[in-house]
């Protein structure tokens, strides 16, 4: 048996197997409205046979879009949009899960293609114009970035802008909502004594620093179904010296247990750089180079986890599924490489040799294109 296809169950909601398709930003939502591009997207992902399929970070406040084509779910006006995406992942057999973010100091930047920076004179002619950005301190990411506000009152704003959307996420038929605490975004920004300078109850201390994080988690699953399960993405380690570490994630985990959090989904880095990445790093980027955090955030956390990061082969999956490493496992870069790899993880682990799997639409022609092929002597 395969453990990459056993189902899990979280809560009342079943996947029907370990494989996520992370959130993954396209930067091509219409003030904050998805598209049919994002329907297509996500919808090609539910049809390849993922257990789970996240809509990207998806900005509970429009300030807190990272850049004007980021998606949204600060207004009600966004529900039927999305609904119409969840209703379609689920009809293929998947669960529907979106990542409800805000991106403090990272926010009003250029869109990856345009620069991946702080927005210039040619986004400002294209009609992006940049806004106040908020954040745990006044600290600016670097010299030519937006100097964010000391976040005060706007900290009951923001976490009632939180706990809105996760209304509006059960609303559109969303199954699972995850909190987006890593990649420098505002929630892991209040974490990192690299970016918290607060001396106040929200900084200083690591208890401090976990505070406005862990107020706003507790808030959301207090409005979330009980029912449905919430994960929490983190960044394991800053990945910088001085910053936020693996000892540091392993106890925001054990708080974020106490709070109702069911999963902890393991990347790291993005404190200092774009929005997409940290620009220097420590970690050597190999394959799976992530999966050690899942792995010790789920032992000593006592907590499941989910691993992501350069997971390219289903075998590679599977032994860290088998090793105990980590409960699910996220694909991204790689599912836009290939939408249909759980299916062909299946075929390759021997789960799935008939396309039974497959839509119908698909396998039916393919079972009888294998008889032809191995009529001709093709090995495929």
């Known amino acids: 048996m395969s453990k990459l296809f056993e189902p899990l169950e979280l809560r009342d ?30 919808g090609k992902f539910a049809q390849g046979g993922a257990g789970i399929v996240f809509v990207e970070a998806t900005a509970v406040e429009a300030r807190g879009r990272i850049t004007h084509g980021d998606t949204g ?8 949009d999305l609904r119409r995406i969840a209703a379609f992942v689920k009809s293929q057999g998947a669960v529907p899960a979106i990542q409800l973010a805000h ?25 992006d114009k940049p806004w106040q950005i908020v954040a745990p301190s006044p600290a600016a990411i670097g010299e030519e970035w937006l100097k ?43 974490l990192s004594p690299l970016s918290n300078l607060r001396t106040d109850q929200y900084g200083g201390s690591r208890e401090n620093r976990m505070r406005f994080p862990l107020e706003v988690a507790q808030a959301v699953r207090a409005a979330w179904p ?10 394991s380690v800053d990945d910088v010296e001085g910053g936020w570490s693996i000892d540091d994630t392993i106890a925001f985990a054990r708080e974020l247990k106490g709070c109702g959090v069911d999963v902890i989904d393991c990347s790291s880095g993005g404190i200092l750089g774009s929005a997409t990445a940290a620009t220097k790093t420590l970690l050597k980027r190999v394959p799976g180079f992530q999966i050690p955090f899942a792995e010790r955030i789920r032992k000593e956390a006592g907590i499941k986890t989910m691993a992501v990061g350069l997971i390219l082969t289903p075998q590679q999956a599977e032994e860290a599924l088998k090793n105990g490493s980590a409960d699910l496992v996220a694909v991204g870069r790689e599912a836009l490489y290939d939408p249909n790899w759980p299916l062909h993880a299946a075929l390759a682990l021997g789960v799935d040799p008939e396309y039974a799997q497959w839509p119908v639409q698909y396998g039916w022609w393919l079972t009888r294109r294998d008889g032809l092929l191995k009529k001709l002597g093709v090995n495929r």
């Open 13 to 42: 909601v079943k996947s029907r197997n370990r494989i996520v398709v992370s959130p993954m930003c396209q930067y091509s939502a219409n003030e904050g409205h998805v598209t049919d591009w994002h329907l297509v997207h996500l």
């Open 226 to 235: 009980a029912e449905k399960p919430l994960f929490v993405r983190v960044s």
């Open 73 to 80: 779910i600060w207004s009600d006006s966004h529900i039927n």
């Open 148 to 190: 964010p506000k000391p976040m005060e009152r706007e900290l009951d704003e923001v976490k009632a802008a939180f706990v809105a959307a996760a209304k509006r996420a059960h609303a559109a038929g969303f199954e699972i909502v995850e909190l987006h605490a890593a990649h420098g975004y505002l929630l892991h920004t209040f």
């Open 103 to 127: 991106a403090g100091r990272k926010a009003s930047m250029a869109r990856p293609w345009y620069g991946n920076g702080p927005l210039t004179e040619a986004d400002l002619q294209r009609g």
